[in-house]
T-cell receptor
Framework: GNSVTQMEGPVTLSEEAFLTINCTYT??????LFWYVQYPGEGLQLLLK?????DKGSNKGFEATYRKETTSFHLEKGSVQVSDSAVYFC????????????FGAGTRLFVKA | EAGVAQSPRYKIIEKRQSVAFWCNPI?????LYWYQQILGQGPKLLIQ????????DSQLPKDRFSAERLKGVDSTLKIQPAKLEDSAVYLC???????????????FGSGTRLTVV
């Protein structure tokens, strides 16, 4: 079946450090891939997306590249800020007789000043 | 554009009581979802509506949970009777229909935090 696996958190970084949050998926065909971010006390917000292989999604300094050969969609940012502290969710949307979205378990990021 | 509106933001009830949550999606979004998010976990789909019809309710505990989307706009989710394990954040989301979900993703509300004591 379809699934999303994210690296376990929490991830703790100092401000201006490089961030990578790993995400791999299992799905047949060509799902669309997403990263959502959840700040404390809020709902999830779409951060970036990629709809086909080799696409790169980017937003607010975050990037992720759709790698079909490794079934991965790792989230990266070159220099994190304290305000990036949140929980990050990787997700895929797949047409399985209807469009369904599956979320990973989330990775909590703490950024220290 | 206005976001997905949910109410209430917080609710505390005793076990065996009933509770209802309300959601107003983004105008024009045909698809509406209710998710349950237990602390430290990713969202789990409870029910998906397309307009006012149910597309998927396979993970909805139908002995205690019910949901409706009258007129294909607002939706309510009800729990009766509540159990301790229902303590979670209940998220409503909406999206454009069908294949457009893959291009635009979901818009989530801020959620209702339910505590059952």
């Amino acid at each position: 079946g379809n699934s999303v696996t994210q690296m376990e958190g929490p991830v703790t970084l100092s401000e201006e450090a490089f961030l990578t949050i790993n995400c791999t998926y299992t799905a047949t065909g060509y799902p669309s891939l997403f990263w959502y971010v959840q700040y404390p006390g809020e709902g999830l917000q779409l951060l970036l997306k990629a709809t086909k292989a080799d696409d790169k999604g980017s937003n607010k300094g975050f990037e992720a590249t759709y790698r079909k050969e490794t079934t991965s969609f790792h989230l990266e940012k070159g220099s994190v800020q304290v305000s990036d502290s949140a929980v990050y969710f990787c997700a895929l949307t797949r047409n399985t007789g209807g469009f369904k979205t599956i979320f990973g378990a989330g990775t909590r990021l703490f950024v220290k000043a | 554009e206005a976001g997905v509106a949910q109410s209430p933001r917080y609710k505390i009830i005793e076990k065996r009581q009933s509770v209802a949550f309300w959601c107003n999606p983004i105008s024009g979004h045909a698809t509406l979802y209710w998710y349950q998010q237990i602390l430290g976990q990713g969202p789990k789909l409870l029910i998906q509506f397309q307009n006012n019809g149910v597309v998927d309710d396979s993970q909805l505990p139908k002995d205690r949970f019910s949901a409706e989307r009258l007129k294909g706009v607002d939706s309510t989710l009800k729990i009766q009777p509540a159990k301790l394990e229902d303590s979670a954040v209940y998220l409503c989301a909406s999206s454009l229909e069908g294949r457009l979900q893959g291009n635009y993703g979901y818009t989530f509300g801020s959620g209702t935090r339910l505590t059952v004591v």
